[in-house]
Structures are given as structure tokens and as C-alpha cells.
């Protein structure tokens, strides 16, 4: 069973970054596209990224472009979502969820995913 540990949550200021890594213990994610989901207090988790199996495509939602990035890690059991120029309005609870892919297509829709993460905290505050 595919199990996917969030890190690197925390409390910034507006205007700073956080890095969230999405580790699965024991699996190569290579054959997954990866999804990065938050969930605000009172609102229905939405989509914020995703990642095709080989990298090649990425997306993001409107409100995080140009300010996020994800990536996949050299140890390929490691996805990354580098976060910059945070807002209040980015708070949330994060979530990393995969799916395999024998053709991959990168979609950020909740009902897609398999493997969810527990989630992990981003508060921008100042």
C-alpha cells in the first residue's frame, strides 16, 4: 500500500516561502502523477498542482501561478511544492495524493487520486 508523508508546513509572513515535500516510503513515485491539494477552514478541498509521471507536465491552478512550483526529486520517491510569494489567502491544510498512471494525465480533480497524504499546515500570517 502506497503511503505518502507530507512535510515542511509551518507559519510564514505574507511575502515568504515554504517548500512541501511528498514522500512515499518504499515505492518509487516514478509511474504516479502527483496531485497537491488545500483544503481552507469551511471550503472544499481544491486542486493546486499536479505532476505527470516523467515531469514533463505540470499545472496549476490560476491563483498560485507564478508563485508555486512543483517538481519531482532525484530519489524519485519524492514530489516537491515550492511555494513563494505566499498569501493569507494560501492557508490551508495541504495534501499530496497520487494516482498510477501507465499514461499519465496530470488532472487536478479530487475523485482521480488513490493515495492521499495526512495533510500538512500552511499558515501565512503576519
Known amino acids: 500500500q502506497l503511503q505518502l508523508v507530507e512535510s515542511g508546513g509551518g507559519l510564514v509572513q505574507p511575502g515568504g516561502s515554504l517548500r512541501l515535500s511528498c514522500a512515499a516510503s518504499g515505492y518509487s513515485l516514478e509511474n504516479y502523477d502527483i496531485g497537491w491539494f488545500r483544503q481552507a477552514p469551511g471550503k472544499e478541498r481544491e486542486g493546486v498542482s499536479c505532476?505527470?509521471?516523467?515531469?514533463?507536465?505540470?499545472k496549476y491552478v490560476d491563483s498560485v501561478k507564478g508563485r508555486f512550483a512543483v517538481s519531482r526529486g532525484n530519489a524519485k520517491n519524492t514530489v516537491y511544492l515550492q511555494m513563494n510569494s505566499l498569501e493569507p489567502e494560501d492557508t490551508a491544510v495541504y495534501y499530496c495524493a497520487a494516482v498510477f498512471r501507465v499514461v499519465s494525465v496530470c488532472v487536478m480533480n479530487v475523485e482521480v487520486y488513490r493515495n492521499w497524504g495526512q495533510g500538512v499546515q500552511v499558515t501565512v500570517s503576519s
Open positions: 505532476i505527470s509521471t516523467r515531469g514533463g507536465v505540470k
